[in-house]
């Protein structure tokens, strides 16, 4: 008989995920993959809900960057008062479906359901970010890019579960960052391609560039021959025409109801171009 657990320590939790026998638990925090899907369907799976647990939650700053609790949800990211770093997510967050769906949807659960339009995810690789892992006796971190698998697919171990997304902290001062997103229509839509772009500024010069592309391969991805093109140069009007399509090359589209391949890569290269040119404009390039 399918059991439901809803700890108040993450001790708890661990212990909980360690002696589960049979299938692996649900590990639930917003719910809002988990229930859509079983519309319908009578719930047959052991439940380990990890909202009630204080330490997972929150934004707080660190040393090294930022620490972001696994069931922060988005509406608290949008809310929070970050610096331009996270602008990028934070625009991503207020995408995130309905108001509703931002209210419960929670940050670490966008990276487990690890869909390939998970809008969460090249914000957050071009902010570098690591996922932090618990076990029962141990913790270990993961970036992002090594988290995420496949399609539908995670680096999680049984007994494990993501405690937090931790942000470093960039070398320069001067940082802005973005992200845009291309749908069938403005709003309550699934990615047919979307960027996320980090720069870090020195002097008026790009000194690091961080550039992910989501929804238009298994998994998103940077691009690591434009960040090389990008940095040392001027952050001007210019910067948007070093964006060439064979920098686009590692990614592999699909064909399927939103767009076909050839339609989404063409897509990419525009939307980051147009990312581009707007931080310029919001950064006085």
């Not at 029962?136 to 997304?165: H, M, Q």
């Not at 008026?204 to 940095?231: H, K, M």
Request: one cysteine or more; aromatic letters at 4%; charged letters at 20%.
């Amino acid at each position: 008989m399918a059991s439901y657990l809803r700890p108040s320590s993450l001790d708890e939790a661990l212990a909980s995920l360690s002696i589960a026998t049979g299938q692996h638990p649900i590990i639930l925090a917003g719910g809002t993959d988990y229930y859509p899907a079983r519309v319908g369907k009578a719930l047959s799976d052991d439940i380990i809900d990890i909202t009630a647990i204080p330490d997972l939650r929150g934004i707080r700053q660190t040393p090294d960057g930022w620490r972001i609790g696994a069931t922060t949800t988005w509406s608290e990211v949008a809310a929070a008062d970050l610096p331009p770093l996270f602008d990028g997510l934070k625009q991503a967050a207020r995408e995130i479906g309905g108001r509703q769906i931002q209210n419960a949807g929670t940050v670490a659960g966008n990276l487990c359901n690890a869909s390939p339009a998970a809008d969460s995810v090249p914000p957050l690789l071009a902010m570098r970010a690591k996922v932090e892992l618990r076990g029962a006796a141990y913790a270990r971190e993961l970036p992002l890019s090594e988290f995420i698998t496949g399609n539908r697919r995670t680096a999680l171990k049984p007994g494990e579960l993501v405690s937090a997304i931790l942000v470093p902290r960039p070398k320069a001062e001067e940082v802005c960052s973005t992200f845009l997103k291309l749908g069938a229509r403005q709003y309550l839509v699934i990615s047919i391609a979307m960027v996320g772009i980090v720069l870090e500024v020195d002097g008026g010069i790009v000194a690091n560039a961080s550039v992910a592309v989501g929804a238009c391969s298994e998994v998103a991805q940077r691009l690591p021959y434009l960040e090389t093109e990008l940095t040392g140069r001027r952050l001007n009007a210019a910067l948007a025409n070093r964006v060439k399509a064979e920098h686009f090359d590692s990614l592999s589209p699909i064909d399927d109801v939103r767009a076909d391949a050839n339609y989404r890569r063409e897509a990419a290269v525009i939307l980051v171009r147009r990312a581009l040119t707007a931080l310029v404009k919001r950064n006085g390039g």
